[in-house]
């Protein structure tokens, strides 16, 4: 089964930066989309950003001038540029895969300190 492997997280200061990464153990069969998702105190989880075929980047509300998605298909691993980071960006993120099946992380905490 594959898994997902996030890294990256951390606490850091409001304006700081951070990078995270998730890799695949294995090549996901169709895979068609890879990003990350955000859980904050409540149970929701946004979309932050998503990655399609074609290196289409879309981007959830607040962070598209700020973050940046990207990936590298040859080492099956979705990477997430985090700058001007803000209080309100605290969570755990979620990396997430859609192919044949849908595949997700075990978070990363990310704490944005004022």
């Known amino acids: 089964q594959v898994q997902l492997v996030e890294s990256g997280g951390g606490l850091v200061q409001a304006g700081g930066s951070l990078t995270l990464s998730c890799t695949a153990s294995e090549p996901i069969p169709g895979l068609n989309a890879m990003g990350w998702y955000r859980q904050g105190p409540g149970n929701q989880r946004p979309v932050v950003a998503l990655?399609?075929?074609?290196?289409?980047?879309t981007y959830g509300d607040g962070v598209k001038d700020r973050f940046t998605i990207s990936r590298d298909n040859a080492k099956n691993t979705v990477y997430l540029q985090m700058n001007a980071l803000k209080p309100e960006d605290t969570g755990v993120y979620y990396c997430?895969?859609?192919?044949?099946?849908?595949?997700w992380g075990q978070g990363t905490q990310v704490t944005v300190s004022r």
């Open positions: 990655i399609v075929k074609g290196d289409i980047a």
């Open positions: 997430y895969a859609r192919g044949v099946r849908t595949e």
